[in-house]
């Protein structure tokens, strides 16, 4: 079975432009979350979604941030405008929303690098 | 303050070693406690899952949790240069149904080295 799946896996962009990162959670996960990592403040819960409903963005950092769920396939997170300071590691994660044990499983993440 | 601390390291230890690795927290809500081990340029993945207080093990992991201290750590055995890895502590609450969201708050990682 496939895992979580991201893209991009690397993205360097200019201070300004708009960035789009992707996620397919794993088939049957309803919970899907989005973390940011960065060596200063280490992993960071943005936004998660049960079932596709946004239920909790308090760790979106600012109405440049913004995420999707369309579908239960499909995820993004998009950045518009980019700042130097958004450079980090995008992980997407999913779990099935009954499970009770927490296990989040994690994609791979997006490298995100602001210039 | 953050709500879980985790001394990020790094730390270099000889093969066959004994690994312990801990975090501190402050939300007493905090009932579900996990530990991740993640390697370079990969996302984390589970390696200890335990809930409320008590000692789990796990082959040659053993994680333990004691709520009165806020403490949790994780001892490995017998450590090989596989284990060589960035370990991160998580925790959560349980929702109003007594489950856990998955709305994990992590530690900072520590950056484990084994040499052969």
């Known amino acids: 079975d496939a895992g979580v799946i991201q893209s991009p896996r690397h993205e360097v962009t200019e201070m300004g432009q708009e960035v789009t990162l992707r996620c397919k959670p794993i088939s049957g996960h309803n919970s899907l979350f989005w973390y940011r990592q960065t060596m200063m403040r280490g992993l960071e819960l943005l936004i998660y979604f049960n079932n596709n409903v946004p239920i909790d963005d308090s760790g979106m950092p600012e109405d440049r941030f913004s995420a999707k769920m369309p579908n239960a396939s499909f995820s993004t997170l998009k950045i518009q405008p980019s700042e130097p300071r958004d450079s980090a590691v995008y992980f997407c994660?999913?779990?099935?929303?009954?499970?009770?044990?927490?296990?989040?499983?994690f994609g791979e993440g997006s490298r995100l690098t602001v210039l | 303050q953050k709500e879980v601390e985790q001394d990020p390291g790094p730390l270099s230890v000889p093969e066959g070693a004994i690994v312990s690795l801990n975090c501190t927290y402050s939300?007493?809500?905090?009932?579900?406690f996990m530990w991740y081990r993640q390697y370079s340029r990969k996302g984390p993945e589970l390696l200890m899952y335990t809930y409320s207080s008590g000692n789990k093990e796990d082959g040659r992991f053993t994680a333990q949790v004691d709520k009165s201290s806020k403490y949790i750590s994780l001892f490995i055995r017998d450590s090989q240069p596989s284990d060589s890895a960035t370990y991160l502590c998580a925790m959560s609450p349980p929702n109003a149904g007594g489950t856990s969201y998955g709305k994990l708050t992590f530690g900072q990682g520590t950056i484990l080295t084994v040499h052969p």
């Open positions: 939300n007493s809500a905090f009932q579900y």
């Open positions: 994660a999913s779990k099935p929303l009954r499970k009770n044990t927490g296990e989040l499983f």
